[in-house]
């Protein structure tokens, strides 16, 4: 059972910046796909962003595209989603999640495991 700890949330105006963090100590990110998941309050989850460290595949939901971006630092073992310009569509319960390469981008909300979330809020 892999285990996932995000952190990086709080609360920004509008056109604020974050950067969320995803740290693991059991295992190295470099043999898994990423992805960041959001669910806000009575919506389904979506993926936001995605990497799949097998061949360098990237997607970005067309929402934050040019705003968030997924980042993997192998040497620190972390995984990061760097957000700017927040909009008040934004906040949610930000997840990261990890999957086996057998599983793609679009496979890993169903098959991936997932970390405990950081919470988001964007408010002025």
């Known amino acids: 059972q892999v285990q996932l700890v995000d952190s990086g949330g709080g609360m920004v105006q509008p056109g604020g910046s974050l950067r969320l963090s995803c740290a693991a100590t059991?295992?190295?990110?470099?043999?898994?796909?990423i992805a960041w998941f959001r669910r806000a309050p009575g919506k389904e989850a979506e993926q936001v962003s995605c990497i799949q460290n097998s061949d360098g595949f990237t997607s970005d939901l067309d929402d934050v595209k040019g705003r968030f971006t997924i980042s993997h630092d192998e040497r620190r073992n972390l995984v990061y989603l760097q957000m700017t310009n927040l909009k008040p569509e934004d906040p949610a319960e930000y997840y990261c999640v990890i999957a086996p390469f057998r599983w793609k981008c679009d496979e890993l909300g169903s098959k991936g495991s997932w970390g405990q979330g950081t919470q988001v809020t964007v408010s002025s």
């Open positions: 059991d295992f190295k990110f470099t043999y898994y796909h």
